[in-house]
């Protein structure tokens, strides 16, 4: 019987792993199977009955494994292993053909193929041995190239998905994008119409005193139109006497009053174009301007504005004005809404102040104007409660207001500095005492 049946079904064993791990293992199933149940038959009938041609039968079934793995791609990792078998079963081969004679030169032949038996059992176990390994450093790259491959799927399907995730975030930042440009847009024209609302709540401030300072140079021009109309009728009485020295003494003082009404029309005219500026949405051009009369003009404004609303308030007003600065290239309207701003914020703390202090306190307001080198400098303190440590840093801030609930917009302080920083290139600076004055300075480039 010799090796070849172990051999057989070494190579059947194998072939079936082979099958298994090259998933072509259902479409070979059936034979592999019938394989093993003929070499069963075969191995049985060899053992009961010691038939000569079983062993020849032995020899053509590997033949026939030989061509199969020779021939199909699906085996080619066997191929060494039947290179192993070969030398072993030629040499069986052609030991089993020298039973067929007799002869002497066969029985050698017989001995010296049973010595090259061992050399091919050797080359047998060399080959295993060498193939084993093949294999194992094989299976190695192979498990390293799955992994890989399996990485590579990982990360593509990875990849895959964070292409889907950044399309989507994608498309939520373009849609944030443009609903947070809609909101800027809607921003800035709720901020200019607050801007617009804090310029008409500054001249609602200046309203009484508007009508106060108007009503002023009306009566004048009331009083002195009625004075000339008295004076026509002299004249003309004197005319028809023939008295004309008495005639040009009139019509000098007509032309006296009619320059005093001219006067005064003018400083009604220049009221309300200064109230007109200060109700204007745009910045203005800048223009020379006497800073000390606009200050002046503001303050007084100011204090009849609350002086209106509330007739017990009183303060009092000092001044110092510097009479050597001249005209400053100014935006009027905007360094008026500044000082007038300031002024009215001076007026509003010595009022609180009173109304916890009423004894042994004078309520007054410091506005002054000083040329330093090339640097104009205007301050509006008072002698109120001063602003607190714990909001210094906020008071320019857009909204923040120390005031009650109603009573500020928190923009009057924010759009003063704006004015003075951005629109002049200047400073405004805070100086204060708590409980004792604040003092703000205007700085602007001359």
Known sequence: MGISPFLLAALLYKMRQTLMQSGAWPEWQQNIKYGLIAIAALFALDIIFDWNFITWAWYISLLVVFYIIYRIEDFVRLRSLMYAFLPLILLEVLQEATHLGNWKWLNDLENGLENAKAFAIIWLVAMIVIITRQNKALKKVELKTLHEEHLKQIAETKKAELEVLVAERTAELTKQKEELQQIVVELKA???QLIQSEKMASLGELTAGIAHEIQNPLNFVNNFSEVNAELIGEMEQEIEKGNYEEVKAIAQDIKDNEAKINHHGKRADAIVKGMLQHSRLGSGMKEPTDINALADEY?????HGLRAKDKSFNANMKTDFDVHIGNV???????GRVILNLITNAFYAVNEKKSHHPENYDPTIFVSTKKLNDWLEIKVADNGP????????KIFQ????????GEGTGLGLSMS?????KGHG????????EGEFAEFIIKLPV
Not at 398 to 405: G, H, S
């Open 386 to 393: 001063g602003i607190p440590k714990k909001v210094m840093d």
């Open 329 to 335: 290239n100014v935006v009027p309207q905007d360094i």
């Open 417 to 421: 500095y704006d004015i003075v920083t």
């Open 299 to 303: 303050l007084r404004l100011a204090y």
């Open 190 to 192: 709720t901020q200019a």
């Open 426 to 433: 200047g400073q405004l600076l805070v100086k204060t005492k």
């Open 398 to 405: 857009p909204f923040f207001t120390t005031k009650p609930t």
